[in-house]
Each structure stands twice: as C-alpha cells, then as structure tokens.
C-alpha cells in the first residue's frame, strides 16, 4: 500500500489549506483501517489531526476540531483534509497514513506512511 500527499504548498493566513491522500495497492474501504492526517511543525514533534474510518465515520484532535473536515472519495480511493483559518502556526509536513484501527499518536500503530507534503502559511 503507498500513500501520496498532494496539494498547494502556499497558503495565505486566514484561507483554507486543501490536501488529497490517493492510496494505491489497497482499498479506502478496507476492514479495520483508518485513514490518518498527521502534521509536524518544524522543530516539534508530530501532531495528530483526525481520521476517517472505513465506515465513513470522522474523529478529530479535540484542539484542532473547530477548523477540521475529513472527507473521502471511494470511487477514486482518496481521502481528504480541510484545515480552514490557517496561521503561521500551521506551518508543517503533512502527512497521511494508515492505522489499524484509530491510531491518534499512538504512532506504531501506523502500518502506512505517505512521505509528507510542506505547507507553509504566509502571506
């Protein structure tokens, strides 16, 4: 299974900053995974942001849920996240990645990794 990020590099404060997961060699719908957006600012360690389900259901980092909206499209295998009101502070590596079950930070629980896209917001 490969995991790709994918998305603008830029963002400008106050917007909404849009990724796209595409998962390849395996099904979005698979039994028991959840599909994961991880961030790592730079210099601090990694920060859990939420998940989707194979159900469909969501879960968010309760600090992050305000500004958070994960969604999926089956038909192309994708899932994706939408962080709106973005500051400097949400300045990362973004990366998806798959548990088994819901993963939050516990990070062995990770089975698969995308290699990460930076983000940077600045006007």
């Known amino acids: 299974v490969q995991l790709q990020e994918s998305g603008p590099g830029l963002v400008k404060p106050s917007q909404t900053l849009s990724l796209i997961c595409t998962i390849s060699?395996?099904?979005?719908?698979?039994?028991?995974?959840?599909w994961n957006w991880i961030r790592q600012p730079p210099g601090k360690g990694r920060e859990w942001i939420g998940a989707?389900?194979?159900?469909?259901?969501?879960y968010y980092n309760p600090s992050l849920k305000s500004r958070t909206s994960i969604s999926r499209d089956t038909s192309n295998n994708q899932f994706s996240l939408q962080l709106s009101s973005v500051t400097p502070e949400d300045t990362a590596e973004y990366y998806c990645?798959?548990?088994?079950?819901?993963?939050?930070?516990?990070?062995?629980?990770?089975?698969?990794w995308g290699h990460g896209t930076q983000v940077t917001v600045s006007s």
């Open positions: 990645a798959g548990s088994r079950g819901l993963g939050g930070d516990n990070w062995s629980s990770y089975s698969y």
């Open positions: 060699g395996g099904s979005i719908t698979s039994n028991y995974y959840h």
């Open positions: 989707i389900a194979n159900s469909g259901s969501t």
